[in-house]
C-alpha cells in the first residue's frame, strides 16, 4: 500500500518567518514530488515540483526532497498572510502518471 | 486560457437520481482523472483516462462511470446517487507527468 504521510495542523507561523512543510512516503520506487496550495473552497493548484536529491528554489518556495528518507520537504521565506492555505504533498510512482496524495496541512500565517 | 472547465459547480441531487458531471481541456492534454475530496481525507481518485479510448478504475470507483468522449471531454456518471456520494468532486489533466491542472471543481450533495 503506497502511503503519503501528512501532518494535517493547523501549522500557524507568524508573518515573515519561514514555514517548514514536511510530507513523508512509503514507497522507494516514487519518481516526482508534488507541492499543491488549496485555498479554501477552491481547486488545487501546483506550485512546485523536484525529481532528484536536494533543494529546488523558486522564489519564496524551496522544496527539498531526500530520497533515503523517503520525506519531501516545502519551505516558504518571509510568509505572508496570503500563502494561509492547505499544502497538498503529491508523490507520482509510476509510469502511467498517477499521483498518491496526502490529505494536505493546513497552514496559517498570523500578520 | 481556459484550461481544465468542470460543469455544474453545484448541484444537490436526491437519493436514488442520476446525473453526469462534465470536464473539457483546451490543453492537449492525454491523460485525465475523476477525484473527489472529502473533509480529512485528501484527493481520491475515482477514475481515469490515460489517453483517448481508454478508461481505467481508481481507488474508489463504485457508483460511477465514465466516458472519455475525445481527447478533451471526460464525463463521470452517477447512475443512482446516495448520500456517500456528497462530496467535492475535481477534474484534472496532465501530459507527461509534469503535475496535474485541476478544474475548479463541483459541489454534491445527495439528500
Known amino acids: 500500500q503506497k502511503e503519503v504521510e501528512q501532518n494535517s495542523g493547523p501549522l500557524s507561523v507568524p508573518e515573515g518567518a519561514i514555514a517548514s512543510l514536511n510530507c513523508t512516503y512509503s514507497?522507494?520506487?516514487?519518481?516526482?514530488f508534488f507541492w499543491y496550495r488549496q485555498y479554501s473552497g477552491k481547486s488545487p493548484e501546483l506550485i512546485m515540483f523536484?525529481?532528484s536529491n536536494g533543494d529546488k528554489e523558486d522564489g519564496r518556495f524551496t522544496a527539498q526532497l531526500n530520497k533515503a528518507s523517503q520525506y519531501v520537504s516545502l519551505l516558504i521565506r518571509d510568509s505572508q498572510p496570503s500563502d494561509s492555505a492547505t499544502y497538498l504533498c503529491?508523490?507520482?510512482?509510476?509510469?502511467?502518471?498517477?499521483?498518491?496524495w496526502g490529505a494536505g496541512t493546513k497552514l496559517i500565517i498570523k500578520p | 486560457n481556459a484550461g481544465v472547465t468542470q460543469t455544474p459547480k453545484f448541484q444537490v441531487l436526491k437519493t436514488g437520481q442520476s446525473m453526469t458531471l462534465q470536464c473539457a481541456q483546451d490543453?492537449?492534454?492525454?491523460?485525465m482523472y475523476w477525484y473527489r475530496q472529502d473533509p480529512g481525507m485528501g484527493l481520491r481518485l475515482i477514475y481515469y483516462?490515460?489517453?483517448?479510448?481508454?478508461?481505467d478504475k481508481g481507488e474508489v470507483p463504485n457508483g460511477y462511470n465514465v466516458s472519455r468522449l475525445n481527447k478533451r471531454e471526460f464525463s463521470l456518471r452517477l447512475e443512482s446517487a446516495a448520500p456517500s456520494q456528497t462530496s467535492v468532486y475535481f477534474c484534472?489533466?496532465?501530459?507527461?507527468?509534469?503535475?496535474?491542472?485541476f478544474g475548479s471543481g463541483t459541489r454534491l450533495t445527495v439528500v
Open positions: 523536484i525529481y
Open positions: 490543453m492537449n492534454h492525454n491523460s
Open positions: 514507497d522507494r520506487g516514487s519518481q516526482s
Open positions: 503529491a508523490v507520482m510512482w509510476d509510469s502511467n502518471y498517477q499521483l498518491i
Open positions: 483516462s490515460a489517453s483517448e479510448g481508454t478508461t
Open positions: 484534472a489533466s496532465s501530459e507527461d507527468g509534469n503535475g496535474y491542472t
